[in-house]
């Protein structure tokens, strides 16, 4: 089995700064691509930012310039430094991988239990 594991979750005023981490461990043969999506009370989930495993990214428009995700293959990680937080920023954001448990896999999704994040205006 494998676990994403969430942390760095809060409350900040806006314009203030927070930083989203994620570990996935278990069965893990190969990480595809990993994520952050957000999902706000009422709205669906989306996706936020992701990064391939060669490091390329993409970001959706609203947060470009002002979040960014990296990873670190070796551990396992991806992390979301979220700057210049805005009130239509708080969701529950959750970190996502596509995987290879074992070389002769498909990729499969999971995801995290997700954190809160609420900036106060």
């Not at 609203?62 to 920023?89: C, H, W, Y």
């Amino acid at each position: 089995q494998v676990q994403l594991v969430e942390s760095g979750g809060g409350l900040v005023q806006a314009g203030g700064s927070l930083r989203l981490s994620c570990a996935a461990s278990g069965s893990i043969f190969l990480i595809n691509t990993m994520a952050w999506y957000r999902q706000a009370p009422g709205k669906q989930r989306e996706l936020v930012a992701a990064i391939t495993g060669v490091g390329s990214t993409n970001y959706e428009d609203s947060v470009k310039g002002r979040f960014t995700i990296s990873r670190d293959n070796a551990k396992n990680t991806v992390t979301l430094q979220m700057n210049s937080l805005k009130p239509e920023d708080t969701a529950v954001y959750y970190c996502y991988s596509n995987l290879r448990n074992r070389p002769w896999s498909t990729g499969y999704d999971y995801w995290g239990q997700g954190t809160q994040v609420t900036v106060s205006s």
